[in-house]
């Protein structure tokens, strides 16, 4: 193996080590945003991305007027942060690429640690399909069924289970193991 | 590898931040409907020829193709209405409320929510006096200028983001006048 962090210079393992750890802040981050604005239920995630759009999918013959009275508490309520298709475009631009050098990042880290070529295999497609689950899901509570919505869910703990088995593994790698013989 | 580090940086860039509320909802109400003591929502779900006409006015669609009024009123008397507007931009979504007087001209404009990454460019365009170039605007008058009106005050930031203001408040002018009063509840 050419490349193997636990032989690398210090200066790489130091490197790395920044990485993973802008990362994890990064991930910690985006988990509170999840909370804050989509949730971490299948009922919440499918309210944010499924919205009105579901209730009514096509427009009425002619216009129609529903009016209805409301307080100030009704003003006051707690509201859904939704995404409508627009946004949801909007998002898969510019979070697809990131989540890719994320993965790609993450990816390197991984040819470094010298795992059994089947595991390293199946630790970089987890890396790079957990994004893909997590939109994939987007789209599909959108455009097919709020039940999608779990697979945004699996898709979002799919990216934290992935980051954290390879931090732990670089970390023990880089740090901890020491080379025998 | 330089490559990669120019790509993240342009990502990172083009990342869109969180939105967060500089106004809730019922100080915008308060504001814009002032004295009111009921309210009415009335819900204007528009047929695909009304939705292609206010796009082809203002190249808007409003989220699911339904425009939302609220009314007020202070015992029998209309105070006016008002309407919550979002305006999608690069840097992520903004929301306008606009209010009408009972007359139909526009009594106020109040930006409720912007992103992070807006908020201050917001403020410093509502500082330099941007919502008070909408008042009395109407439907099918002067289009809304807020932008060119602090051009001399503000930052290129600031101009940028109350160009955004001026599309969300002509976006109210076209629906209100098209659908407020011309659609039986």
């Known amino acids: 193996m050419l490349y193997d962090l636990r032989r690398a210079d210090v200066r790489i393992k130091w490197l790395v080590t920044g990485l993973l750890a802008t990362l994890g802040l990064s991930y910690l981050f985006g988990a509170a945003m999840v909370a804050l604005y989509a949730g971490f239920t299948p009922q919440s995630v499918a309210a944010t991305y499924a919205g009105a759009e579901m209730s009514m999918p096509m427009p009425p013959e002619t216009t129609v007027v529903v009016q209805r009275p409301m307080s100030m508490a009704d003003f006051a309520g707690p509201e859904v942060h939704t995404v409508d298709t627009k946004l949801l475009i909007q998002d898969t631009h510019v979070h697809v690429p990131m989540y890719g050098l994320i993965a790609a990042a993450l990816g390197v880290v991984v040819a470094g640690l010298s795992l059994p070529r089947g595991r390293a295999l199946c630790l970089i497609a987890l890396l790079f399909a957990a994004p893909w689950l997590d939109f994939a899901g987007m789209w599909l509570t959108k455009l097919a069924s709020p039940r999608f919505a779990i697979v945004t869910l699996a898709g979002g703990w799919a990216m934290g289970v992935a980051y954290l088995i390879v931090a732990a593994l670089a970390v023990h790698r880089m740090w901890l193991s020491h080379e025998r013989g | ?185």
């Open chain 2, 1 to 185: 590898m330089n490559l990669l580090i120019r790509a993240a940086a342009i990502a990172a860039l083009l990342h869109i931040t969180p939105v967060v509320v500089l106004v809730k909802r019922p100080d915008a109400v308060q504001a814009l409907l002032p004295g009111a003591d009921a309210y009415v929502a009335r819900e204007v779900h528009l047929s695909g020829t009304d939705a292609h006409r206010l796009h082809e006015a203002v190249d808007w669609s409003p989220e699911d193709g339904v425009l939302v009024f609220y009314g007020g009123t202070a015992g029998s008397a209309s105070v006016g209405a008002l309407e919550f507007v979002r305006v999608d931009t690069p840097h992520g979504p903004i929301e306008v409320a606009v209010g009408f007087t009972p007359q139909g001209a526009v009594r106020g404009v109040v930006v409720t929510k912007a992103t992070v990454e807006m908020k201050p460019w917001v403020l410093e365009a509502v500082a330099a006096g941007l919502t008070d170039h909408y008042r009395g605007l109407k439907p099918g008058g002067a289009a809304p200028a807020g932008a060119a009106g602090i051009a001399s005050r503000a930052g290129n930031l600031a101009l940028y983001v109350a160009g955004e203001v001026d599309k969300g408040v002509a976006r109210a002018l076209a629906a209100y006048g098209a659908f407020y009063n011309h659609v039986r509840a």
